[in-house]
């Protein structure tokens, strides 16, 4: 499990004293003592876990210049008043929960944690869950889809009206005379030529049967 926490991250950032060296600075960067790992897969941001340092001190964490991952340990276990092997089992106990976990799954965790790392633990969670309670409040609900306006059809012209008017009467007719025709046995073939006005007339055509 990845537990963000923003609005503790910012305690420690920003002007004041860095916890390594205790040089007043401008800018201070929140450092994990336990590492996020690749990508921030382990990340997990609770008040024993962090301690807050000046670029330099986080910058040179780790190295032969820099603060120890031991002394780090023991500015966050002080601060806190707890032992730091509680705040690493408490840490690990978070990092081994799935990624959305049920309430159910957080009590049984909390049962099998013991003393002090039991209520590291419960704070951090309880922490989380508030906060996820904010964030579920102040997401807007989803706009309802606005059904789309059909478009109203535009009245025909009276001259193309008339010019269907008088196909399907060419049509009609037609038919008329194909029944005939079918009656006496005999082939009709029909021939479409433009009349005199540009209007097409239909032209029927009878043939024997060979």
Not at 73 to 94: C, F, K
Not at 170 to 192: E, G, N, Q, S, Y
Request: proline share 6%; with cysteine; charged share 35%.
């Amino acid at each position: 499990m990845i537990l963000e926490d923003e609005p503790l991250l910012e305690t420690y950032r920003g002007k004041g004293k860095c916890e390594c060296c205790g040089r007043e600075c401008k800018e201070r960067d929140p450092a994990h003592i336990i590492p996020r790992g690749l990508g921030g897969g382990g990340r997990v941001d609770i008040p024993g876990n962090l301690v807050s340092l000046r670029r330099w001190c986080h910058a040179a964490q780790g190295t032969a210049n820099g603060p120890s991952l031991d002394y780090l340990r023991m500015l966050a276990s002080t601060r806190e008043g707890v032992s730091w092997e509680s705040i690493q089992e408490a840490v690990h106990a978070i990092q081994r929960l799935p990624k959305d976990p049920t309430d159910a799954r957080i009590e049984v965790t909390a049962e099998v944690l013991k003393g002090e790392s039991r209520k590291i633990f419960q704070t951090a969670m309880f922490r989380w869950q508030d906060q996820r309670a904010k964030e579920a409040k102040s997401k807007p609900e989803p706009a309802q889809r606005e059904e789309p306006k059909k478009k109203k059809k535009k009245a025909k012209p009276e001259w193309m009206l008339s010019a269907q008017k008088r196909q399907k009467e060419f049509r009609k007719d037609i038919r008329r005379r194909l029944k005939a025709a079918r009656k006496v046995k005999k082939w009709v073939k029909i021939r479409c030529e433009p009349d005199v006005q540009g209007d097409l007339s239909y032209i029927m055509q009878k043939r024997t049967c060979r």
